[in-house]
């Protein structure tokens, strides 16, 4: 294993979701506990891929906006709500104090073959963009997608279409996961050739379980490398194995991007803990000292 990385800060970002029961809401807590004290620059709640899921995500943050010293930064969808619906939720985030959203068109409802714009709602995630600046000063994390977005017409105008959120006043775009770090750097180069300026912060996905990881590949167009199935081949039933070996595939990734340069990542924990900490370990993070518990772990509010 390589040594840590030091010649630069590093910054890091958390990716959660709402917890559908009390066992998961448990693990759910402890986990932002355990990743903490890394001091991440703010840590994300997703929305579901439908929309689904609003009023967990809104509790979570909630809760993490009044009984934790982080930063949360709910998602916000185009999705199954109009556009006076969508600003209302966002006025409420900004009266609790939250300032950092991340703005997503959103997936279609399940069974739908395709994408359509809710009616009266806001078409795609760059209309939402400009709506919530205009709104608030938020800071505003979107969506990108080195390997093309699967619905797009093409890599030129997938580009095109991160290049208008960024005009519309996104702050940073996080990207899809993604296995090999060519890809990412590849990407990084056309989004500067664009004239996007603003950062391109890899999103790192750890394997927890590799079939599972193959379904997420699967829905969103990204590629499984030959060279990483050979290294979980045969390690469905070796749970030691597979955890170690998921370290050192991450480890291995993410030191490659900070030799290029990359001193911001964005993890998808899965609401899983240990992975991530290790991974962020071997970035040269070390827990910081805390003014006051960072985490209330005990019965929600």
Request: aromatic share 8%; glycine share 6%.
């Amino acid at each position: 294993m390589s040594a840590p990385l030091t010649a630069a800060p590093i910054s890091v970002s958390f990716e959660f979701f709402p917890p559908a029961d009390t066992v998961m809401e448990t693990t759910l807590w402890k986990s932002l506990e355990r990743l903490a004290p890394l001091a991440p620059r703010f840590v994300s709640v997703t929305y579901g891929a439908d929309g689904s899921t609003r009023e967990r995500t809104h509790n979570v943050v909630s809760r993490i906006q009044k009984s934790t010293t982080l930063t949360g930064a709910p998602h916000l969808t185009c999705i199954g709500a109009s556009q006076g619906e969508i600003l209302a939720i966002a006025r409420d985030y900004w009266e609790q104090g939250i300032r950092h959203l991340v703005a997503l068109r959103g997936d279609p409802p399940h069974g739908a073959r395709e994408y359509r714009p809710h009616t009266g709602g806001f078409a795609y995630a760059s209309d939402l963009v400009t709506a919530l600046r205009a709104l608030a000063p938020f800071e505003i994390s979107v969506a990108a997608y080195p390997e093309v977005h699967p619905a797009a017409r093409s890599a030129a105008a997938d580009l095109d279409n991160l290049k208008r959120k960024i005009d519309a006043g996104a702050s940073r775009a996080i990207t899809q996961f993604f296995f090999d770090g060519e890809v990412f750097l590849r990407f990084r180069d056309r989004c500067a050739a664009a004239g996007i300026a603003a950062p391109i912060v890899p999103g790192i996905l750890p394997v927890t379980r590799f079939p599972q990881v193959v379904r997420f590949a699967e829905s969103c167009g990204a590629s499984i490398p030959t060279w990483l199935k050979e290294r979980f081949a045969g390690l469905d039933d070796e749970h030691d194995t597979r955890l170690a070996v998921a370290v050192e595939v991450a480890i291995e990734q993410v030191q490659e991007l900070a030799r290029h340069g990359v001193r911001e990542f964005h993890f998808y924990t899965l609401n899983r803990a240990a992975l991530t900490y290790a991974i962020c370990h071997a970035l040269g993070l070390r827990p910081q000292p805390q003014a006051a518990p960072a985490v209330c772990a005990g019965a929600p509010a």
